[in-house]
């Protein structure tokens, strides 16, 4: 049977835009960009958006509503804001040590982004990868424990390809539901060849009616003008994207910052 190296060879999604460079930067805004947006989204949004914003030093320089606005319909704007937030930090002092001082940036990120500029081999387990080294093993694994089974998983790839392989697979075939484990590189070790029993699969609420929609509803109207008065509204929603640095309020009028 193939393994893992030889799956991702033949399958893996090397056509992604953002895998065709080591810039921090481009990685940095591609992982922002798909924390909880499909990448068919992000392959749409991701090459107008670095055309505009290249470099650290260029979104820092623009004002966080410019980001917001480029960000359009991609969701989840408080994303956008931090990522300006992390330009700033970065055009000022450099690239951190640990890049988990950036704002916006935790572990998996900062773990992601080693792996695919340096190619370091540090593990980087988000939910995809996380469902196929617990599949694997048969249980949920505590974060230590993934951390080690992710080392052990898809020898002799490491460090970028490792990543990737596993991600991939995790995307294309461990999938969190309707799994194609006949078509697995991994399934000759696998504990469960499936579902976990008892595995939790997060359900994102429904938008229409959210409250999510309806800040949608005041951004959409703010990206398409300079300010639109405050009574014109929705007052909560506004309240809430003020609160979250999305916003601003000046003499009765709203607009990006």
Known sequence: MAGLADWYAAHGRHDLPWRATRDPWAILVSEVMLQQTQVARVLDAWPAFMAEFPDPGTMAAAPPGAV???????GYPRRARRLHDAAVVIARD????DLRALPGVGAYTAGA?????????VPAVDVNVRRVLERRAGRLLTPKEADAAYRRTGRPLRGRDRFLAIMDLGAAVCRARDPRCDGC???RGCATRGPLTGEVRARQAPFEGSFRQRRGRVMARLRAAD???VGELDAEALASLVADGLAVVTRGRAALP
């Open 227 to 229: 300010a639109v008065a």
């Open 68 to 74: 917001i606005a480029a960000w359009g319909r991609l």
């Open 113 to 121: 982004i080693r792996d695919q500029v340096h190619d370091e081999d």
């Open 185 to 187: 590189p991994l399934r």
């Open 94 to 97: 450099g690239w951190p040590e």
